[in-house]
């Protein structure tokens, strides 16, 4: 018999095993057996830790094993999806090197593992996603981000926050006009979704550009997009210009420049970003992968692996967020991310199979899931949790919840949610990119099956100002600024966990305010407290600051802080007297648990405005009936002209361990000598640690010094010397220093 043969046998004999096996699998896992660990982890989890509700039957195919078999991976899974109706989801573990794409037209996709003719073209048959990884150990950690993501996912309505990013009206080559539909088709999405959950539009077209020598920059954007992802958003929907290292051409978010500043303390947000080649992993290193290798920067993302149009895009993401997104929150639609995605690609599909718009085909397969495709959701379903008739000023507002359970408020402007109007004429003389004045090409909206008109103006709507927050159990009383407008009416959006992984959200429009008096609010004169901390230390004058320059404020005062921005009453930080750029951090308040006197904020400081070595920083808060507090501080940046500062051990004295501190301005792979010593200049104690992890922060030796000498005896109380020598791989010194420590054994 030969080998052909053979292989046929072993194959049908192994299809008749998972017939009688694994008949009910939901969830297969295709990788190599260099993976093994990573396979076994997600699969446990589906099969056995999550919660029950959740769990899915899984199972884990080798390529290695198919290979023996001589048997094709397509035909596979057809075969088994023959066997198993059951069968609804597929993972890939591997980069492009270990399980090797599928490519329809030239465009990387995964979707081609399942597919199947309908028509005049494949269509997938099972949510897909992959883990890019290049070897186990990059896998189990983005294995075990979705674990923690499930399990114990961050308490609060971040969960159900959507940040829109959306490219400006400016590129080489386009006209103005053509450019619009970056804007509208994001204005589309808040138009639809903002009844249901909290946004923040950070649209490009609303913000300065500065100009360099090559193009145009947006700083001010830049900033907002990552402090409002540092601040916590569970998902973010970026349409516009990129490659799979920039976001738009004015390079609002780059892999290289941006990704160390993303931290959202375990807030991991859903990205899903609408633009060219994010996701094109083929031979690069590109923006998604690197988002997901990132600790706490994405949990998912939803993205292209090539090229796209602006119709293609579109097509997908109105089916996603305007459809299957809003079908999830407002019906109870008990789905995963997969099936969001994977019905929204549907939608685009048949759309093109039906010739009403053929050429969508390629927009729907350029749509890939880097992540797990059964991802559970943790985006709050609506439903009524409470009735509020009416709101007072300067009168306490109450509350009452039937739960247990954590909820939180946001109450915002709803007057203030206006169209904002963009004139293209302003300014048009400081971009001259051709066809400026030109209607040429305008784009199609497949929404009314017109283009849109040819004018000089874009309407898009701003949210109004953020009157309050907090959160609280069971009740809330709560007071509303002083100077809200009585003949106005808010919007409230009302948060409520009902488990570990499942909540509610509700929004109450259309609230009417009522004016009344501060008569229940203690006189109070005094603005709110506010602190200063970098590095998990408070900052006083002459603190050090180095880069990153990722700072922490804390407030607190016997009233409500004010949020709103009414009247400029708002909370904000300027660099030298420089208050014309003050950045507003209102949005990134985050409330202290059951508290709205007392929050604090993240933020990150570009490298450019802390340039000189000494800055003086200033800090503005008000509580709600416009008390103000200012916080002024000296800073003196060691950063500018020392390549390692901020060396110390802690603590010090010490009587059971000790750390060796230092940070590098320029990190790079190290090679660290650290020596100790007596009064004498005896060497007592000697470390080497070859460091080739790039970072700014090391501490050696790792494990911590405990005293000990080389014989492994307790040293003597006293003073001590140590001697600091950091040297870059290939022998040139970086660093050499000497200082002291007290070992004191109680």
């Known amino acids: 018999m030969d080998s052909m043969k053979i292989n046929k046998i072993k194959y049908i004999f192994t299809l008749l095993i998972f017939k009688l096996v694994f008949s009910n699998t939901e969830y297969l896992i295709y990788t190599t057996k260099d993976f093994t660990g990573a396979a076994n982890l997600i699969s446990d989890f589906h099969s056995n830790e999550t919660h029950n509700e959740l769990r899915l039957n899984s199972e884990i195919i080798y390529k290695e094993t198919l290979d023996s078999l001589m048997i094709n991976i397509n035909s596979y899974i057809s075969d088994y999806i023959s066997y198993n109706s059951d069968l609804k989801y597929l993972l890939i573990i ?14 990387a996709t995964d979707d081609l593992f399942s597919s199947t003719m309908v028509g005049n073209y494949p269509i997938p048959r099972l949510i897909t996603g992959r883990i890019i990884a290049e070897n186990n150990i990059e896998a189990e950690f983005q294995i075990e981000k979705i674990k923690n993501y499930v399990m114990n996912p961050v308490s609060g309505i971040w969960r159900n926050k959507l940040l829109l990013i959306s490219d400006d009206e400016y590129q080489n080559n386009n006209s103005i006009r053509e450019e619009k539909y970056h804007t509208y088709f994001s204005n589309e999405i808040f138009e639809n979704l903002s009844n249901f959950i909290p946004i923040r539009t950070l649209y490009g077209a609303n913000f300065p550009k500065i100009q360099t020598s090559d193009w145009y920059l947006q700083p001010e954007l830049t900033q907002k997009i990552i402090n409002s992802i540092n601040s916590g958003v569970g998902l973010i929907n970026y349409i516009g210009h990129g490659t799979h290292e920039i976001l738009s051409t004015e390079n609002i978010l780059s892999l290289s420049r941006d990704i160390d500043l993303l931290n959202t303390d375990g807030q991991s947000p859903i ?24 600790e706490n920067a994405a949990i998912a993302i939803i993205s292209t692996t090539n090229g796209i149009s602006p119709e293609s895009n579109w097509h997908y993401l109105k089916s996603f967020y305007n459809t299957h997104l809003k079908n999830y929150i407002q019906n109870n639609a008990n789905q995963r991310l997969g099936e969001i995605f994977f019905n929204s690609k549907q939608s685009a599909l048949n759309l093109a199979n039906s010739n009403e718009y053929p050429n969508n085909i390629y927009g729907g397969y350029r749509f890939n899931i880097f992540g797990d495709p059964a991802l ?24 009452n919840l039937q739960s247990d359970l954590f ?23 400081d971009y001259n990119p051709s066809l400026v004045d030109s209607c040429i090409n305008f784009p199609y909206n497949p929404t009314t099956n017109q283009y849109y008109s040819c004018n000089d103006t874009l309407k898009f709507i701003v949210p109004g100002a953020k009157l309050y927050q907090n959160n609280f159990l069971n009740s809330l009383n709560f007071y509303i600024p002083l100077e ?25 429009n259309n609230i009417p305010i009522s004016l009344s008096n501060y008569q229940n609010i203690s006189i109070d004169t005094t603005g709110p407290e506010i602190r200063l901390f970098f590095d998990n230390n408070e900052l006083f004058n002459n603190g050090l600051i180095f880069p990153p320059y990722n700072f922490k404020i804390e407030l607190k005062d016997d009233l409500p802080l004010n949020l709103s921005g009414l009247n400029y009453h708002n909370i904000r930080l300027w660099i030298d007297n420089n208050q014309t750029n003050s950045i507003i951090l209102n949005d990134l308040f985050i409330n202290e648990e059951n508290s709205d006197t007392s929050g604090k904020i993240y933020i990150n400081i570009p490298d450019s405005l802390l340039n000189n070595e000494i800055h003086n920083l200033h800090i503005e808060a008000w509580d709600i009936l416009n008390n103000q507090s200012v916080k002024n501080i000296r800073l ?25 501190t230092f940070n590098l301005k320029d990190p790079e792979p190290i090679d660290v000598d650290l020596r100790i010593f007596n009064k004498n200049g005896t060497e007592i104690a000697y470390f080497n640690e070859i460091i080739n992890e790039i970072k700014n922060f090391h501490q050696v030796p790792e494990q911590g010094f405990d005293g000990k000498d080389k014989n492994n005896k307790t040293i003597k109380n006293g003073t001590y010397f140590y001697n600091l020598k950091i040297k870059k791989m290939n022998g040139n010194l970086i660093f050499d220093t000497i200082k002291t420590f007290t070992f004191i054994k109680k």
């Open 407 to 429: 909820s939180e408020i946001k109450i915002f402007n709803e007057n203030e949610s206006k169209y904002n109007t963009y004139n293209y004429n302003i300014n048009q003389s």
């Open 484 to 508: 809200v407008d009585n003949n106005n009416y808010i919007k409230l959006y009302i948060y409520n966990e009902t488990s570990d992984y499942e909540s509610k959200i509700q929004c109450i």
């Open 94 to 107: 591997g980069d492009e090197f270990n399980i090797e794409p599928q490519f329809f037209y030239g465009t």
């Open 636 to 660: 003196n940046n060691a950063a500018l002209d020392k390549k390692v500062f901020n060396i110390y051990n802690f603590p010090n004295p010490f009587s059971n361990i000790t750390y060796f």
């Open 271 to 294: 990205w899903v970003v609408g633009t060219c080649s994010f996701g094109d992993y083929i031979g690069k290193d590109c923006f998604a992968e690197n988002l997901l290798k990132t």
């Open 376 to 399: 559970p959701l943790i985006i709050s379903k609506a439903n009524n949790i409470t009735n509020l008739d009416s709101i007072y000023i300067g009168q306490e507002n109450q509350i």
